[in-house]
Structure formats: structure tokens, C-alpha cells
């Protein structure tokens, strides 16, 4: 795709398309439905999904550093070893997500709806998780110890250490 700044795919519908690997950094896809696309190892970096709908899709080692995706929909997605740094997940979908081995350094999830996701060995370090829903979230192995979760409901959450919060 070549210099992606300025393109704008906002509400484009790209459900199961195949972009493993693909260049969207910068890009607009605000609206856009990515459901069930192959987004593995893809460049997102400083992309804009805010309301984008990503249910199911495969972002395996995606890189999503500084990305807008507040009010996303995450809902099943695969994250697994993707890069999250510093992204805006603010009152984002993550529910039954898999975010194991994830970079989520300084990401904000206030608000965040993160019902039954996995976080095994994620790197939260410097999170914002103020008012987020972790309920029955896994977070085994998970590095917490700087992430802000004021408010944070953690209800049957499976806590770093492997016990269970109440």
C-alpha cells in the first residue's frame, strides 16, 4: 500500500478478507467491518477503528502501537502476541478476546468490556483500566503491578498469581 497516511477507509467492509501482512498504518477505517479478517502480523500502527467492527478477526502479532480504537468491537478476535502500546481502547469490545502474551504498555481500556478475555502473560505495565469489566477474565501471568484499575471489576477474574479474585 505503500505511504498509507491520509488514506481513509472509514466504513468500508472488509468482513474475512485476507490481510495478513498488509500495511495499514495511519489508515482511517473508523466504521470499517474487519469481522472475521486475517490481519496477522499486519502493520495498524497509529490506524483509527474507533466503532470499527473487528468480531473474530485474527490479529495474531498484528501491530497496533498508538491505534484509536475506542468503542471497537473485539469480540473473539485473536491478539495473541500483538503489539497494543500506548493504544486507545477506551469502552472497546474485548469480550471472549484472546489477548495472551499481548503489549498492552500504556494502553488505555477505561471503560473497556473485557468479560471472559485472556490475558495470559500480557504486559499491562502502565495500563488505564479505570471502570473496566474483567469478569472471569484470565490474567494469568499477566505483569499488573503499575496498571491504574480504579474501579476495575475483576469479579471472578483469574488474578496474575493464578488465585481467584471474589
Known amino acids: 500500500m505503500g505511504d498509507s497516511k491520509n488514506v481513509s477507509l472509514v466504513d468500508v467492509g472488509l468482513a474475512g478478507a485476507n490481510l495478513a501482512g498488509a500495511n495499514l498504518a495511519d489508515v482511517d477505517l473508523t466504521g470499517a467491518d474487519l469481522s472475521g479478517a486475517d490481519l496477522t502480523d499486519a502493520s495498524l500502527a497509529g490506524a483509527n477503528l474507533a466503532s470499527a467492527d473487528l468480531v473474530g478477526a485474527d490479529l495474531t502479532r498484528a501491530d497496533l502501537t498508538g491505534v484509536i480504537a475506542h468503542d471497537a468491537n473485539f469480540t473473539g478476535a485473536y491478539l495473541t502476541r500483538?503489539?497494543?502500546?500506548?493504544?486507545?481502547?477506551?469502552?472497546?469490545?474485548?469480550?471472549?478476546?484472546?489477548?495472551?502474551?499481548?503489549?498492552?504498555?500504556?494502553?488505555?481500556?477505561?471503560?473497556?468490556?473485557?468479560?471472559?478475555?485472556?490475558?495470559?502473560?500480557?504486559?499491562?505495565?502502565?495500563?488505564?483500566?479505570?471502570?473496566?469489566?474483567?469478569?472471569?477474565?484470565?490474567l494469568t501471568g499477566a505483569n499488573i503491578v503499575t496498571a491504574v484499575l480504579d474501579g476495575a471489576d475483576l469479579t471472578e477474574a483469574t488474578m496474575p498469581d493464578g488465585t481467584s479474585a471474589h
Do not use: Q, W
Not at 499481548?102 to 471502570?131: F, N, R
Open 82 to 138: 500483538a503489539g497494543l502500546r500506548d493504544a486507545d481502547l477506551t469502552m472497546a469490545y474485548l469480550t471472549s478476546t484472546f489477548l495472551g502474551h499481548a503489549d498492552l504498555t500504556g494502553a488505555d481500556l477505561s471503560g473497556a468490556y473485557m468479560t471472559g478475555a485472556y490475558l495470559g502473560d500480557a504486559d499491562l505495565s502502565g495500563a488505564i483500566l479505570i471502570s473496566a469489566y474483567l469478569g472471569k477474565a484470565n
